[in-house]
């Protein structure tokens, strides 16, 4: 599917991934909705877009919010055809602590953003695509989700987080499989280390810890290297049910 003259909406696309994210697909053609709670911070990014974005204040985990962002969609560019989910939350918790269990309500509130968002944006995003006209291959649509390294290697303190994007990427496959009938493609980015607003609020010498176990680049990855594969997931396709590492090789430690 080509970028160019395609319709996106992206979670999170204030800030971080998302942001990098909108602003690669705007310059490659596309129109784009973004979809966050940043009222101030995402109307100030449409607006810089001009008649290419639109933002809509968007809670993932409700579903008359996202339905009211897809609806805004539809009426504004005439159709969906990406679906970028970058919205999450990394709310570090130890299950025991001094202060005793860790609060289900903290864990619950993890999974509601990161993989029930997810899910509410992929069936309400993959009921528009159904109205698109097939391309050459009977492509009709992509959906693109965000997990982490630590769905796999997820550190102490991480109970809630892992599982929610082990999720995501759990049901990448899935997903594809219902949806291949259709011709709508599923892709999950598992990134490491980026230099996002999430990993800004981390002490320096966690943040060079991480670096250190980085096998090459010895770097945080770049927002816009994250937009990249985004841009070429969409773009080629023979991608499909798959959790593509975006990481330096990185395999995170224990803490």
């Keep these: 599917m080509e970028v160019k003259r395609s319709v996106a909406v992206v979670t999170g696309g204030a800030s971080g991934l998302g942001e990098a994210c909108v602003t690669a697909l705007v310059n490659g053609g596309a129109k784009v909705t973004i979809l966050d709670l940043d009222e101030e911070r995402g109307k100030q990014l449409a607006s810089t877009m001009k008649d290419s974005c639109i933002f809509r204040r968007t809670d993932v985990t409700d579903e008359k919010s996202v339905q009211s962002a897809v609806d805004a969609t539809m009426d504004w560019f005439g159709g969906i055809h990406v679906a970028v989910n970058c919205a999450g939350v990394a709310t570090p918790a130890k ?28 069936r309400l995003a993959a009921e528009q695509m159904m109205k698109n006209t097939p391309n050459e291959d009977g492509e009709i649509g992509v959906i693109i989700n965000t997990a982490s390294g630590a769905a796999f290697e997820g550190q102490i303190g991480q109970a809630a987080y892992s599982a929610s994007k082990a999720g995501v990427a759990g049901m990448t496959l899935p997903v594809a499989r219902e949806f291949a009938a259709y011709g709508i493609r599923s892709v999950t980015i598992a990134p490491g280390l980026f230099d996002t607003p999430m990993v800004g609020g981390f002490p320096e010498h966690v943040r060079q810890s991480l670096i250190d176990t980085c096998l090459f680049p010895k770097r945080m ?4 290297e994250f937009a990249m594969l985004v841009q070429q997931i969409v773009e080629n396709p023979m991608l499909n049910g798959a959790t593509l590492r975006l990481d330096g090789a990185l395999r995170m430690a224990p803490k």
Excluded: C, H
Excluded at 95 to 121: A, C
Excluded at 221 to 224: D, H, R, T, Y
């Design 95 to 122: 299950i025991l602590s001094k202060r005793g269990p860790m609060s289900i309500e903290g864990f619950t509130q993890v999974i509601n953003i990161n993989l029930i968002g997810t899910m509410n944006v992929i």
């Design 221 to 224: 990855g770049k927002a816009s």
